[in-house]
């Protein structure tokens, strides 16, 4: 397995440009099954979770091109199979986001039952009671979720709880649907009106995306596309962060600020100075030392889980004590035992951690767990003396486009190991 050998102690500084955002492009991946023609998606992250998504794809029958420009073709008209097997999901439980899209378009699907993750048990229940909603039929068996429709009706539907991916599925699969869904009680991530905008260009009619309530009303087809992926916020705020820990100068841009205010307020909370524009932020930590910052993840627009481990690295080398409390997944303080094994002071209580900040990290062999955890963990290598490892770095390469390389060019001292 790959490592990453990082020698501490380097201030970042300088400009890179953001990569398109994996949280956006999967839904978008997924939604050309919809579509009667190609789908061309344009400034994809080369991702390990974007080429799990074209193998799932690609093992139903898809033709996907990538064109001397980088840009990706998709033509998933037609497919000849209609599930996603456990090998697969269990390697990406987004592959759920294909629930949708089959059922709406080829009126039926059996995807393998994602199972509990990393950061928490996960289910799939708010998805799967809403497509019932929608006249869908849908029965757990051998592991799996086995669906049928003969045809999607338009309902109105209020989601039991907040969730991306169960909202990007419903709003995906009442494209096709007959007459108009409402969806209330829905996400309201960036990614969410970035997929509704892509369906629409489509020919798909939604109202909302972005907002509490989404609607949609069905359509019979849906045609091709062009379609760039926006930027991704998380891997901003993490560089972001990654400037905070290092006492860093740096500019990201290709990014909208708008996605990211409250990881921007809490950077400024910490004594950094930053400043943005409508496709750039710009970060100077002015502090010697970060202030500690309280933090409660929650959805969109409050502050992401996403960024909850990048600053419990910035909280553990602050002046004070701060406290960080996860109400999104219930197992996402993994990181924290790794982050103590590098001199970190943390404490965890439930969905409460309790982080007092120490003068220095020291670098240590430390083991990913999870895709942000191990963002956590470079950062923490990035602020520690002497050297760190951090194993199982595939989890990074999910989500992290180039990530040393990027890191590296901003000053940090990163190897790849090779396994
Ligand atoms: N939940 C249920 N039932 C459901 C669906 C969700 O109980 O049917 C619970 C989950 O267990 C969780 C909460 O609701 O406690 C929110 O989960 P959500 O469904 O919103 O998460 P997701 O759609 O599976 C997406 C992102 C995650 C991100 C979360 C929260 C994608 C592909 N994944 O996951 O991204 O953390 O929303 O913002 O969009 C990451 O990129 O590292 C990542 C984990």
Redesign the pocket.
């Known amino acids: 397995m790959e490592k990453l050998l990082i020698k501490g102690g380097n201030q970042l500084s300088g400009k890179i440009t953001c990569s398109g955002a994996?949280?956006?492009a999967?839904?978008m991946i997924s939604s050309t099954i919809l579509s009667d023609e190609k789908v061309t998606l344009k400034n994809l992250p080369y991702l390990q979770?974007i080429t799990t998504m074209f193998e799932l794809l690609g093992s139903m029958g898809a033709d996907i091109l990538l064109d001397e420009d980088m840009n990706f073709t998709i033509e998933s008209n037609n497919l000849k199979d209609i599930e996603a097997r456990y090998e697969l999901v269990k390697t990406m439980?987004?592959s759920?986001?294909v629930l949708g899209p089959l059922l709406a378009k080829y009126g039926k699907a059996r995807i393998a039952l994602p199972g509990g993750c990393a950061?928490?048990?996960?289910?799939?229940?708010?998805?799967?009671?809403s497509l019932r909603q929608m006249g869908a039929e849908i029965v757990l068996k051998n592991g799996y979720i086995e669906a049928s429709a003969k045809s999607l009706k338009g309902a109105d539907i209020r989601f039991?709880?907040?969730?991306?991916?169960?909202?990007?599925n419903l709003m995906m699969a009442a494209t096709l649907a007959e007459g108009k869904t409402t969806l209330l009680n829905v996400?309201k991530?960036p990614?969410i009106a970035d997929l509704a905008d892509m369906l629409n260009s489509m020919g798909a009619k939604i109202d909302g995306a972005g907002s509490d309530k989404i609607t949609i009303q069905g359509v019979e087809k849906l045609s091709g596309t062009s379609f760039e992926i926006p930027a991704d916020r998380?891997e901003a705020g993490t560089y972001l962060a990654a400037a905070a820990v290092t006492k860093g100068d740096i500019k990201i841009e290709g990014i909208n600020p708008n996605r990211l205010m409250k990881v921007i307020d809490k950077l400024i909370n910490t004594g950094a100075k930053v400043d943005y524009d409508e496709d750039s932020i710009s970060f100077i930590m002015t502090n010697d030392i970060p202030d500690p910052v309280d933090i409660t993840t929650a959805?969109?627009p409050e502050f992401?889980?996403?960024m909850q481990a990048q600053f419990s690295v910035i909280n553990a080398i602050s002046s004070g004590t701060a406290n960080i409390y996860e109400t999104?997944?219930?197992n996402r303080f993994m990181h924290i035992l790794e982050l103590n094994r590098m001199g970190c002071d943390i404490s965890v209580n439930g969905n409460h951690a309790i982080i007092k900040g120490v003068k220095s990290l020291y670098g240590a062999e430390v083991m990913a767990t999870?895709?942000?955890a191990s963002a956590s963990l470079i950062l923490a290598g990035l602020c520690a003396k002497g050297e760190t490892v951090v194993d199982r770095i595939y989890h990074i390469d999910?989500?992290y486009e180039r990530i040393e390389e990027k890191l590296n060019y901003l000053g940090a001292n990163i190897v790849r190991l090779p396994s």
């Open positions: 994996k949280n956006a999967l839904p979770d439980r987004a759920i986001l950061i928490g048990s996960r289910p799939v229940n708010y998805h799967l009671d039991d709880g907040v969730t991306v991916t169960g909202t990007e996400a991530e990614e998380i959805p969109f992401p889980t996403d999104i997944f219930e999870d895709l942000r999910r989500g």
